[in-house]
């Protein structure tokens, strides 16, 4: 009986010691993987997380004086007069800028391309150059190139003059038109953004209030109408004071719209459906539409290419009723000294920037 107990803890002490030894083994381990060879030991390293590129990090900036860049805020501050530079990285770039640089051709503005970035210089600029300053990566696949929307780089440059609060504009009696179904804006832009701007009616005289819901203003853009009505009619200008100093916007006459957006509603008129020979008649093809967009007239007939004909096109503005405006155009076909090639079918295609519209009539023998 003792001789069992003799051996049970005999083998007891033999688990116990190995149990220790694989534990000690193990801890060794561990630390064999903290040393580097020679001796030293190891700081853990964690890898380092990539930060997220795009619109947060601008490649947009501003040359200054001795080499030195700033890259630039959604809007900056700048002294006309001044030659202003800007970067913006990368092989292939694509610029935009205020619209009148490229209207009168401006020879102050000129764009360089090297091999790691795009350069824009404006010499002389003023304060007509304040407005919006993008530029953006160029992705191309072949032939075919697109924006690449994620490397898109703005800056509202103000060019701030104390003679000239508001953005010269070319236009000195400018019009805006006004829809029920989205906002209007009367552009008086201005070129310090801390100026106060104030909207006034020049008849009867009086001063439109902001107002939250609508009525605000933008500095980059003006004076917002978020539903206007035919209440806003008129002639109006805006008002801008900065250290005391008050001056005036051009005007802005505002028309309110009868007509809706989308293709053209066209009506054809002849002034006769039946002719002889030797007769002369017209066909009228008149579209109601919205003031500012253009109409493009084309006409299909049966004597084309081999009778001559005379197509006179034009276009008016005119109220309708309530102080609406609508733009009246139209274009007239005539036709002299008919012959037998001119009786048949006249089409007229009435096309603008929504779609277009075709409509025709008959001119028989009589």
Same mark, same amino acid.
């Given at each position: 009986m003792k001789l069992w107990v003799v051996l049970c803890l005999s083998l007891l002490w033999v688990e116990l010691q190995y149990g220790i030894c694989q534990q000690l083994k193990r801890r060794k381990d561990v630390g064999e993987n903290r040393i580097r060879p020679g001796g030293k030991r190891m700081k853990m390293r964690h890898p380092k997380t990539k930060e997220a590129g795009g619109k947060g990090q601008s490649l947009l900036t501003q040359v200054l004086d001795k080499g030195r860049f700033l890259r630039l805020n959604p809007t900056t501050t700048l002294t006309p007069g001044k030659t202003m530079e800007?970067?913006?990285?990368?092989?292939?770039?694509?610029?935009?800028?205020?619209?009148?640089?490229?209207?009168?051709?401006?020879?102050?503005?000129?764009?360089?391309?090297?091999?790691?970035?795009?350069?824009?210089?404006?010499?002389?600029?003023?304060?007509?150059?304040?407005?919006?300053?993008?530029?953006? +990566?160029? $992705?191309?696949?072949? @032939?075919?190139?697109?924006?690449?929307? %994620?490397?898109?780089?703005? /800056?509202?440059?103000?060019?701030t003059d104390k003679d000239n609060l508001f953005v010269p504009s070319a236009i000195h009696f400018e019009i805006v038109y006004l829809r029920p179904d989205q906002p209007a804006v009367v552009p008086c832009r201005v070129t310090e953004p801390q100026a106060e701007a104030s909207l006034h009616r020049e008849v009867p005289p009086e001063e439109i209030a902001e107002n939250a819901t609508l009525v605000t203003y933008d500095p980059t853009k003006g004076f917002?109408?978020?539903?206007?009505?035919?209440?806003?009619?008129?002639?109006?200008?805006?008002?801008?004071?900065?250290?005391?100093?008050?001056?005036?916007?051009?005007?802005?006459?505002?028309?309110?719209?009868?007509?809706?957006?989308?293709?053209?509603? +066209?009506? $054809?008129?002849?002034? @006769?459906?039946?002719?002889?020979?030797? %007769?002369?008649?017209?066909? /009228?093809?008149?579209?109601?539409?919205?003031?500012?967009?253009?109409?493009?007239?084309?006409?299909?007939?049966?004597?084309?290419?081999?009778?001559?004909?005379?197509?006179?096109?034009?276009?008016?503005?005119?109220?309708?009723?309530?102080?609406?405006?609508?733009?009246?155009?139209?274009?007239v076909l005539t036709v002299e000294d008919v012959e037998t090639i001119d009786f048949g079918n006249y089409i007229c295609k009435a096309k603008n920037q929504h779609g277009e519209t075709l409509v025709s009539t008959n001119i028989i023998s009589n």
């Open positions: 800007l970067r913006c990285k990368g092989s292939n770039i694509g610029w935009s800028y205020p619209t009148n640089l490229d209207t009168f051709n401006d020879s102050r503005l000129s764009i360089k391309q090297s091999d790691k970035y795009s350069q824009l210089i404006l010499t002389s600029p003023s304060a007509a150059d304040t407005g919006q300053y993008s530029c953006w +990566v160029i $992705l191309c696949d072949g @032939t075919e190139c697109e924006k690449d929307h %994620d490397r898109s780089y703005v /800056s509202y440059i103000y060019f917002i109408l978020q539903s206007p009505g035919p209440e806003f009619q008129g002639v109006f200008y805006c008002k801008a004071v900065s250290r005391g100093t008050p001056q005036i916007s051009t005007k802005y006459q505002l028309l309110y719209v009868e007509v809706p957006s989308g293709p053209p509603f +066209v009506s $054809l008129g002849a002034s @006769t459906h039946s002719a002889r020979g030797g %007769d002369n008649f017209n066909l /009228s093809c008149t579209v109601l539409g919205e003031p500012e967009v253009d109409v493009i007239f084309t006409w299909t007939y049966p004597g084309q290419d081999q009778r001559p004909v005379h197509i006179q096109t034009s276009w008016r503005l005119v109220n309708r009723g309530m102080g609406y405006t609508t733009r009246v155009s139209q274009s």
